[in-house]
């Protein structure tokens, strides 16, 4: 247990924005002071919203469905593109290996991407327990951290521990994440990304997941409920 909450806690995600010069700086939120992450480039800012409203990964399957419609497909093909997103875990549109390549084309001109983010950094403990530190689009960075367990009974549980917020604003004592500041709440789909990545690093299903990384839940509950029905239809 020792050793798992040292690897849940460090904060690698705050060292790396301090040694890259990611400013922190204190500001007024409320009642008390707070502590928010101010990123330096602010042109990643402002892709990243711009970029985000043509991301295929966090989208439920009616949602594909649709768009399928759109691009003048059958809407099964949406269906297809949900279990190439979620089960497969393609990365790139170039990936759909069932869909036809015209559809693919077409959604790469218009825009159109997966999503996922790249692995920045990952550490294993004794244990088994996987530690993964992902870099956004913005080049912020979250951690997730997956947590295997053998029951008695010879069963395999696959934990999932995942983030809602980059940083935290509440800054409990008795965490290491508040000492990193506050930069913003997660997307959906980002939430749902590290699910996946922990999938692809165990080469196992998750069994289950906890909102407890980086981040509190519930001040980004709209997020949260979000990501959690896409989990759940994904399965």
Known sequence: MAML??????????RYRISHGLNVLPVRL????????????????????????????GMAEKELQQLALEFGQQSYRGKQIHSLLYKR?????????HIPQAFRDSLKEAGWKVGRSPIHQ???????????????????LVETVGIPVEDDDGSYR???CVS????????????????????????PREIVEQVLTIEELF????????????????LNLTSVLEAHRCLNKAQ
Request: aromatic letters at 6%.
């Open 5 to 14: 909450q040292s690897l849940c806690m460090a904060p690698m995600a705050f």
């Open 30 to 57: 409320g009642p008390r002071r707070q502590w928010r992450s101010v990123f330096s480039c602010h042109a990643c800012l402002s892709s990243m919203s711009s970029e985000s409203r043509h991301i295929l990964l």
């Open 89 to 97: 875990k393609a990365k790139d549109i170039q990936d759909f290996s």
């Open 122 to 140: 990952v550490v294993t403990a004794a244990d088994g327990t996987i530690k993964a530190l992902i870099k956004l689009e913005d080049s912020r």
């Open 158 to 160: 696959l934990t999932a």
């Open 164 to 187: 809602s917020q980059v940083g935290c604003p509440l800054r409990c004592a008795f965490c290491a994440t508040g000492q990193g500041g506050y930069s913003r709440n997660l997307q």
């Open 203 to 218: 080469k196992r299903r998750v069994t289950n997941v906890v909102f407890m990384g980086m981040g509190e839940p519930m």
